[in-house]
C-alpha cells in the first residue's frame, strides 16, 4: 500500500495531535484489535509479579506498552495525518512522537540481551513505556476499504516493540478447531495471528510486492483468522519480529474460512509450495514509505542510549526497530534457531553443563508434542547477524535500477532535445534501456513491481514527473510519452545527485570533438596608422588564445574594443546628439574617403561631420580584411587559422549518363578537416549502403589539390551526406547518418544541385 516513495505524505494536511478523549477511544479499539476481548483488561491493569503465568505476563506487559503509546502519560504526543491512497480512498495516519529518555528508564533498558534466553525471559525483557525517544513513528492506519468497511491497522513500530507472538502451525500440521483447548491458548490471546515465510521471501516483500500463496510456510487455524478478520502479521522463519502485516486475500480467506458444505478445509488450506495467486495483500512493510517516515537523521546519535530490542540488543531508533536481521529496508535475514528433537545437540553450546543439556532435550521433546506450548530460542548475537548479513549475496534492487534509469533518461532526452511525443515502445528500447549502467546490473523488469513498463510509467504520470498521450482509439493510456516537466523536484533532486556523483552532464553527442568556425577581423595597415592605434591591441598580443597571439586576428569583441577605445581617446561623442559620435579628419580619411582607383573624375564626396555610432562600427567592421578560425569544442583549441573565407566540402548530385531518374552525388574538400578520402568512402558506403569511388583526377572536374581526391556515390545523398558529416541526426531519417564522429561546421558544406535535379520534400 506504501510501496510508493511519498506514499505517506502525499495528500496529507498538517499533523494534528489528539485530544485525550480521543486517545482513549484510540486506545480501546487498537486494544480490542490486538488481543482477545476475553483476555483484554484495559491499559491500566497490573500483573502479578508473584507469579509469571507466560500468557497473562505477556497481556499485560504488551497492554502496558499500548496504553503508554497512545494515552501518553509521560510525555510525547499523537498526531493524525489524513492521506490519500492510490486507490482513491481517504485514510488516517497516526504518529507517536518521541516519549522522553529520564535517567531511569535508560539504565534500565541498556542492557542487552543475554545470548541464550527462553522465551519467557524474552516477554520479561520486553519495555512497558514507549522505546522510541529520538524518532516519531506511525503507529496505527484508519481506512476504508473498497466495500467501504472501515480497518484500524496497527504498524511496524507498534508491532516490532510488542513481544512476538508464537508462530503458527506449519503447512502439514494445520491446528483444527476442535484442538483448540485451554491449555494450548498460549497464543490465543494475540489476536493477530502470524505468518512465516522464508528469508528470500522477505526481499520481495521489503520491494513492495504482495506475499504470494507459494511463499507461505506456516499458517494460522481458521478460528483464528475469523478472529482477526483476515488480518495477518508476516515473519521470517528465524526472525519472529513482524516484518509486514496485511490482510489474507478475500478468495483464500472464504475458502479457508468458510468452506463449502461446512466442511472442513485444513488438510488443502491453498498455501504452499504449489499454490498460485496473492495469499496476503500487504498494507506495512518493512522497507515502503512509513518505514522511511520514521528513519533517524543520524544513526550514530540514535546508537547512543535509548531502549533496546531484547532480540538482538539494537536500540529502537535505529531505523531498523533494533532488530540485527532487519538490513537497510531490503531483506530480513533470520536471527533465531528453532530448537527441534533432532537438532537439539546442535543448539547446545560446546561448554554447556549436562544438566543444563539434559533440560534442552527435555524441552524439545516438550515441544514435539505439542509446538504451540513451548518454545525455546537461540538468541544470536548483533555482531554474528551482521556477520550473516555480509556473507549472504544480495541481488540487485531492480526497483532501484528501474527508478534511476528512467530520471537518466529524461536528463539525455532534454540535453538532445529529442522530439517529443515519443512511442513508448521506442522510448523503452531506445533510451530507457540505453541509460542503463553499462558497468552495473542489468535491469529486468520481471524483478520489478510493475513487471511492465506501461504500469511504472503511469505511475510517474501521477505524480507529475511526464505526461503520456493515449492512442488514437483511446483504450492505451500509456501510448506515447508527450512531454516532461523539467521542474519537478524529483528531476530536479535526481540531475543534482547525479552531476555530483558522477560529474557534469555528458552526451554520446557532448562527448565528440565538435567543429566551429568563428569569424577573424584584420585591421589593413593604413587604418591602423591613420588613427593610430595602439599596435599590441591590433596585432592582439593580448589574446586568450596562444595561436592568435601576434597575428593580427581579431575576435568582433576584440575588434569593436579598438574603435570604441578610439572614440573614448579622442573624445569624439557628440554633446548635441544622443548616441552619436563626432567625425575627425583621420577617421573620415580611413573610414569614409574613397580612394583614387574607385573615384569617378565627376563624382563629388561630401563628408559627414557626425554619425550615430552604431552607424560607425558598422562602417568600420565593413573596412575590415576577414578571416577565419577553425575551433575544436569543448576546449576553444584553433586547429587553423587563416584569411579569407574557410575551405567548403563541396557536395554536388548530377544524374547518372543517359538516365534522369538515377542519380550520382559527389564530394571533394574533406581533407581540408582532416578527414581520409578513402575512410570516408568506405564509412558512406557501409552506412547508407552504397556503391563507391575514389577519384584521384577526375576527367572533365575542376583539378584537385594535391594529396586530395573526390568521391562519387551512387544514388542521391546530399541530405545524408550533410547529416552525417555535420553530426545532426534530426536533418535525416536515414539510421546511417546516427552517432556520427564528424561534427564539420554546417556553415562549410556547399550543396549544389545539377541542371535537372529537383529539390527534395521536406
Known amino acids: 500500500m506504501f510501496a510508493k516513495e511519498g506514499s505517506s505524505t502525499i495528500g496529507g494536511k498538517k499533523d494534528a495531535p489528539l485530544k485525550k478523549s480521543d486517545r482513549r477511544k484510540l486506545r480501546d479499539r487498537s486494544l480490542d484489535i490486538l488481543f482477545n476481548s476475553s483476555s483484554s483488561t484495559g491499559g491500566n491493569d497490573s500483573a502479578d509479579n508473584s507469579d509469571y503465568n507466560t500468557s497473562e505476563e505477556w497481556t499485560s506487559r504488551a ?27 481517504l485514510a488516517t495516519l497516526f504518529l507517536r512522537t518521541p516519549s522522553p529518555l529520564t535517567d531511569a528508564v535508560e539504565h534500565a533498558t541498556c542492557d542487552k540481551a543475554s545470548d541464550h534466553q527462553s522465551y519467557d525471559d524474552i516477554i520479561k525483557s520486553y519495555p512497558t513505556t514507549w ?21 484500524l491497522v496497527p504498524l511496524l513500530p507498534l508491532l516490532a516493540a510488542l513481544p512476538p507472538p508464537l508462530p503458527s502451525s506449519p503447512l502439514t500440521k494445520v491446528v483444527e478447531e476442535s484442538s483448540i483447548t485451554e491449555a494450548s491458548n498460549k497464543s490465543s490471546q494475540y489476536k493477530i495471528p502470524n505468518i512465516s515465510v522464508h528469508p528470500e521471501v522477505s526481499k520481495y516483500i521489503c520491494r513492495g510486492a504482495d506475499l504470494m500463496s507459494a511463499g507461505i510456510r506456516t499458517f494460522p487455524s481458521p478460528w483464528a483468522l475469523r478472529q482477526s478478520k483476515g488480518l495477518v502479521t508476516i515473519s521470517i522463519i528465524g526472525n519472529p519480529q513482524p516484518a509486514a502485516i496485511g490482510f489474507v486475500d478475500r478468495t483464500l480467506f472464504r475458502d479457508y474460512c468458510y468452506p463449502k458444505n461446512g466442511g472442513n478445509n485444513t488438510s488443502s488450506c491453498g498455501v504452499g509450495i504449489g499454490a498460485k495467486g496473492v495469499g496476503v495483500t500487504i498494507v506495512n512493510c518493512y522497507g515502503d514509505d512509513l518505514w522511511k517516515l520514521g528513519l533517524p537523521p543520524s544513526a550514530k546519535q540514535c546508537e547512543e542510549g535509548g531502549s533496546l530490542n531484547p532480540l538482538t540488543g539494537g536500540t529502537y531508533d535505529n531505523g531498523n526497530y533494533g532488530n540485527a536481521g532487519f538490513v537497510d529496508g531490503k531483506y530480513v535475514y533470520q536471527i533465531l534457531q528453532q530448537v527441534e528433537e533432532d537438532e537439539s545437540d546442535s543448539v547446545e553450546e560446546e561448554n554447556a553443563s549436562e544438566d543444563e543439556a539434559n533440560n534442552n532435550e527435555d524441552t524439545a521433546c516438550e515441544e514435539t508434542a505439542n509446538k504451540m506450548k513451548d518454545l525455546n530460542v537461540a538468541v544470536c548475537s548483533e555482531d554474528n ?15 532501484d535500477i528501474l527508478v534511476t534509469a528512467f530520471f537518466t533518461s529524461l536528463l539525455q532526452i532534454l540535453v538532445n532535445k529529442t522530439p517529443l511525443p515519443i512511442p513508448v515502445s521506442t522510448y523503452y528500447a531506445k533510451h530507457l534501456m540505453d541509460a542503463v549502467s553499462v558497468t552495473g546490473p542489468k535491469l529486468d523488469l520481471k524483478q520489478t513491481a510493475y513487471k511492465k513498463i506501461g504500469p511504472f510509467l503511469l505511475d510517474m504520470a501521477a505524480e507529475g514527473v511526464i505526461e503520456l498521450g493515449a492512442s488514437k482509439d483511446g483504450k492505451d493510456k500509456c501510448a506515447t510519452l508527450s512531454g516532461i516537466v523539467k521542474n519537478h523536484p524529483d528531476l530536479v533532486a535526481f540531475k543534482k545527485k547525479w552531476k555530483a556523483e558522477n560529474g557534469a552532464m555528458t552526451t554520446s553527442q557532448d562527448k565528440a570533438i565538435k567543429k566551429a568556425v568563428v569569424d577573424l577581423f584584420i585591421v589593413p595597415r593604413h587604418i591602423a596608422d591613420n588613427l593610430q592605434l595602439d599596435k599590441d591591441e591590433v596585432m592582439a598580443i593580448n589574446a586568450k588564445t596562444e595561436e592568435r597571439r601576434g597575428t593580427g586576428f581579431l575576435t568582433k569583441k576584440e575588434c569593436n574594443a579598438i574603435i570604441e577605445n578610439y572614440i573614448e581617446k579622442e573624445g569624439l561623442k557628440d554633446p548635441k546628439g544622443k548616441g552619436k559620435v563626432l567625425v575627425n579628419g583621420p577617421l573620415c580619411d580611413a573610414i569614409y574617403r574613397i580612394s583614387k582607383k574607385n573615384k569617378t573624375p565627376d563624382q563629388e564626396q561630401e563628408y559627414p561631420t557626425s554619425v550615430k555610432r552604431k552607424d560607425l562600427i558598422e562602417k568600420f567592421f565593413n573596412k575590415m580584411e576577414k578571416g577565419y578560425a577553425l575551433v575544436e569544442m569543448p576546449g576553444s583549441r584553433i586547429v587553423r587559422i587563416g584569411r579569407g573565407q574557410p575551405p567548403s566540402v563541396d557536395i554536388e548530385v548530377e544524374n547518372r549518363q543517359g538516365n534522369k531518374r538515377k542519380f550520382l ?15 570516408l568512402s568506405n564509412d558512406v558506403s557501409h552506412r547508407f549502403a552504397c556503391s563507391a569511388s575514389v577519384e584521384t583526377n577526375p576527367v572533365g572536374r575542376p583539378a584537385l589539390k594535391k594529396n586530395c581526391v573526390e568521391i562519387v556515390f551512387q544514388g542521391r545523398l546530399d541530405v545524408e551526406l550533410t547529416a552525417l558529416l555535420t553530426g545532426d541526426e534530426n536533418m535525416s531519417t536515414h539510421g546511417g547518418a546516427k552517432n556520427s564522429d564528424y561534427n564539420l561546421p554546417k556553415s562549410v558544406i556547399n550543396v549544389s544541385l545539377r541542371k535537372g535535379i529537383p529539390a527534395k520534400k521536406k
Not at 137 to 148: A, F, H, K, V, W
Not at 387 to 394: I, Q
Not at 665 to 679: H, L, N, P, W
Open 63 to 89: 497492554e502496558k506498552l499500548i496504553n503508554d503509546a497512545i494515552i501518553a502519560p509521560k510525555g510525547g504526543d499523537v498526531l493524525s495525518r489524513k492521506l490519500k491512497l492510490a486507490s482513491g480512498h
Open 385 to 399: 547477524g551482521k556477520e550473516e548479513s555480509a556473507n549472504n549475496e544480495v541481488e540487485p534492487d531492480h526497483d
Open 665 to 679: 552525388t559527389r564530394i571533394r574538400g574533406m581533407e581540408e578537416y582532416g578527414i581520409d578520402g578513402k575512410s
Open 131 to 151: 522505546p522510541y525517544h529520538k524518532t516519531t513513528q506511525p503507529i496505527l492506519l484508519e481506512y476504508e476499504d473498497s466495500d467501504r468497511k472501515l480497518h
